[in-house]
Structures are given as C-alpha cells and as structure tokens.
C-alpha cells in the first residue's frame, strides 16, 4: 500500500433531526442526518407526510357513491 494517500479515518458521531445518535467509523467527522433508521417510514412501518388516502376501491366506492 502507498503511505499518504489514504483520507484519516475518524469515530464520528451521527446525529439525526428525529434526536436518534450513533457512533460509527467514517472519514468525515460529526455528520448530521434528516432521516435515520429510527425515524425513516420503511423502518418503522408508519407513513409520513401526506395524510390517509385510502385504497383504490374505497376511493372508487367514494366517488361513485356505492
């Protein structure tokens, strides 16, 4: 391997919005994050943003009144 041409490798500290921290190894040092595993809706299972819209036949049944 050749000397000097390797980045420093850092424990940084990842910070989410949501308040979640995790300590891991990068290149970078204390890197910030919108969406984490803790807060992401594919993780968690909940939706995020736009409310409840409904199904394709409950939409159907809704706008053709059945």
């Known amino acids: 391997m050749k000397e000097k ?8 500290k990842i910070t989410c919005s949501c308040g979640a921290e995790y300590e891991v190894g990068s290149t970078r040092e ?22 409840e819209k409904g199904g394709r036949i409950e939409r ?3 706008k053709y009144a059945l």
Do not use: D
Not at 35 to 45: A, I, L
């Open 5 to 12: 041409i390797h980045p420093e490798y850092y424990k940084t």
């Open 30 to 51: 204390n890197l910030k994050v919108e969406v984490c595993s803790s807060c992401h809706p594919f993780f968690t299972g909940k939706r995020q943003g736009l409310g």
């Open 60 to 62: 159907f049944k809704k």
